[in-house]
């Protein structure tokens, strides 16, 4: 059995959250699924301790991926967004950061920005590069 | 006395008019690594002129058995200064460096959880797919949390060269650690942010910056790859689907890249000339103010 990295478990409990679907058994929104939910899903095809998951739960939890609600004795937790809204998230911070262009920014971009301008007369610097 | 007033001098010259000056000599861009050692050697001589300054006239004044009022107050008011100068640099320092390494460690986790497989960059180490069509590559850096993210935006439209020259250029960035001098000269802004030309010499590092992982990336015969890429991730940053998403302001250092991308060198002259400079803005003041006021106060 390969050992997992704690990145792949975080994943692969976003995807069972991901998988959660929209709307509960009596109708209304779903409730969110519980640690034994999930760890039930994830122990199908693999050894996974009920603690493992808990902790990985509680930790996305803390890094404010997921929310976290008490349901009587049980914590119901669920993704905060849809993969997609949360990589659209995430697109839009990583541009702003961009656009912080001469304060400190964090990532270090390929191409920061661009105007249609520019793109032009690139065309025509590229154009006059000698082949490789 | 005179101590004080060169110190004092060399500061104002190297935090000011000096790096105005160098930021005006697109020249010295086409020996891009030299450039760097000349920029990073300025600000730290500034720095150390600066404190220098401030404690050579401590000791000039107060460095007597029974100073009178007059020069203790001098005295005084210049180790004020300079412990404030001091003080400064490091909180800045703590604070630029903390609030970094928060942001990177976020984003990282958030990147390795949204990523995707993709079959287009499989086996690279550390690299990271996000499902975005906005063409989007970066580098994530910093020792333990080092990513080379794309979106599929990007990987749709380059070809295989064009991608490996991406992650090349991006690989440079990450092995070289170019995020610490972008940090050194980012802290140094934040720090003094007026009167100095901090925001100046912050622009033509990140530019250079820029330049070096572009040289590494354009060896092995792929220059037009990158240079390609360049232009198509440009535009697609202005007629990409989210156009509301992407900012589409100027940036006038892509001309300059692709300019360079040309550029085969090596300019061993101009190099030579820029590393010489880099040498004896350090040791020329060091050697000819600094030792004998420190040997002169035994």
């Given at each position: 059995?390969?050992?997992?990295?704690?990145?792949?478990?975080?994943?692969?409990?976003?995807?069972?959250?991901?998988?959660?679907?929209?709307?509960?058994?009596?109708?209304?929104?779903?409730?969110g699924?519980?640690?034994?939910?999930?760890?039930?899903?994830?122990s199908?095809?693999?050894?996974?301790?009920?603690?493992?998951?808990?902790?990985?739960?509680?930790?996305?939890?803390?890094?404010?991926?997921?929310?976290?609600e008490?349901?009587?004795?049980?914590?119901?937790?669920?993704?905060?967004?849809?993969?997609?809204?949360?990589?659209?998230?995430?697109?839009?911070?990583?541009?702003?950061?961009?656009?912080?262009?001469?304060?400190?920014?964090?990532?270090?971009?390929?191409v920061?920005?661009?105007s249609?301008?520019?793109?032009a007369?690139l065309?025509?610097?590229?154009?006059?590069?000698?082949?490789? | 006395?005179?101590?004080?007033?060169?110190?004092?001098?060399?500061?104002?010259?190297?935090?000011?008019?000096?790096?105005?000056?160098?930021?005006?000599?697109?020249?010295?861009?086409?020996?891009?690594?030299?450039?760097?050692?000349?920029?990073?050697?300025?600000a730290?001589?500034?720095?150390?002129?600066?404190?220098?300054?401030?404690?050579?006239?401590?000791?000039?004044?107060?460095w007597?058995?029974a100073?009178?009022?007059?020069?203790?107050?001098?005295?005084?008011?210049?180790?004020?200064?300079?412990?404030?100068?001091?003080?400064?640099?490091l909180?800045?320092?703590?604070?630029?460096?903390?609030?970094?390494?928060?942001?990177?460690?976020?984003?990282?986790?958030?990147?390795?959880?949204?990523?995707?497989?993709?079959?287009?960059?499989?086996?690279?180490?550390?690299?990271?797919?996000?499902?975005?069509?906005?063409?989007?590559?970066?580098?994530?850096?910093?020792?333990?949390?080092?990513?080379?993210?794309?979106?599929?935006?990007?990987?749709?439209?380059l070809?295989p060269?064009?991608?490996?020259?991406?992650?090349?250029?991006e690989r440079?960035?990450?092995?070289?650690?170019?995020?610490?001098?972008?940090?050194?000269?980012?802290?140094?802004h934040?720090?003094?942010?007026?009167?100095v030309?901090s925001?100046?010499?912050?622009?033509?590092?990140?530019?250079?910056?820029?330049?070096?992982?572009?040289?590494?990336?354009?060896?092995?015969?792929?220059?037009?790859?990158?240079?390609?890429?360049?232009?198509?991730?440009?535009?697609?940053?202005?007629?990409?689907?989210?156009?509301?998403?992407?900012?589409?302001?100027?940036?006038?250092?892509?001309?300059?890249?692709?300019?360079?991308?040309?550029d085969?060198?090596?300019?061993?002259?101009?190099?030579?000339?820029?590393?010489?400079?880099?040498?004896?803005?350090?040791?020329?003041?060091?050697?000819?103010?600094?030792?004998?006021w420190?040997?002169?106060?035994?």
């Open positions: 059995m390969p050992l997992r990295s704690l990145g792949d478990l975080e994943r692969s409990v976003m995807e069972q959250l991901w998988a959660a679907p929209d709307t509960g058994p009596d109708g209304g929104a779903h409730e699924l519980t640690v034994r939910e999930v760890h039930g899903a994830l199908e095809d693999r050894d996974l301790a009920y603690t493992t998951v808990m902790t990985v739960m509680d930790r996305l939890a803390r890094k404010e991926l997921v929310t976290q008490k349901d009587g004795r049980a914590y119901r937790y669920r993704a905060r967004a849809s993969r997609a809204a949360m990589t659209a998230e995430l697109m839009r911070e990583t541009l702003a950061d961009f656009d912080a262009h001469d304060r400190r920014t964090a990532l270090t971009a390929f920061e920005d661009a249609a301008e520019d793109v007369a065309r025509r610097a590229l154009d006059q590069l000698d082949p490789a | 006395m005179a101590t004080p007033l060169l110190l004092g001098a060399l500061a104002v010259l190297l935090a000011g008019p000096v790096p105005a000056l160098l930021a005006r000599l697109p020249r010295t861009r086409t020996t891009p690594r030299a450039a760097m050692v000349l920029w990073q050697a300025v730290l001589a500034a720095v150390l002129a600066a404190l220098g300054a401030g404690l050579s006239l401590v000791t000039s004044t107060a007597r058995r100073p009178d009022l007059a020069p203790y107050a001098i005295a005084t008011a210049a180790l004020l200064v300079t412990v404030l100068v001091l003080g400064r640099l909180v800045s320092g703590h604070l630029v460096g903390t609030d970094l390494r928060a942001l990177r460690r976020r984003h990282r986790d958030q990147v390795d959880l949204l990523a995707r497989e993709d079959e287009r960059v499989t086996g690279a180490a550390a690299v990271r797919v996000l499902e975005h069509d906005l063409p989007l590559a970066y580098c994530v850096p910093g020792r333990k949390v080092e990513r080379v993210v794309l979106s599929v935006g990007a990987l749709d439209r070809s060269d064009e991608v490996t020259a991406v992650l090349a250029h440079a960035h990450l092995q070289a650690r170019h995020d610490l001098v972008l940090e050194a000269f980012g802290v140094l934040h720090a003094f942010p007026r009167w030309s925001a100046a010499a912050l622009a033509e590092v990140r530019l250079l910056v820029e330049i070096l992982a572009d040289r590494a990336a354009a060896r092995d015969g792929r220059r037009r790859a990158l240079g390609s890429a360049l232009v198509t991730l440009a535009e697609g940053r202005v007629a990409g689907p989210d156009y509301a998403l992407a900012a589409a302001g100027s940036d006038p250092s892509l001309l300059v890249r692709v300019r360079l991308i040309g085969r060198g090596p300019h061993r002259l101009q190099a030579a000339l820029l590393l010489t400079l880099a040498g004896a803005v350090l040791v020329v003041p060091t050697a000819f103010v600094v030792l004998p420190l040997t002169g106060l035994n």
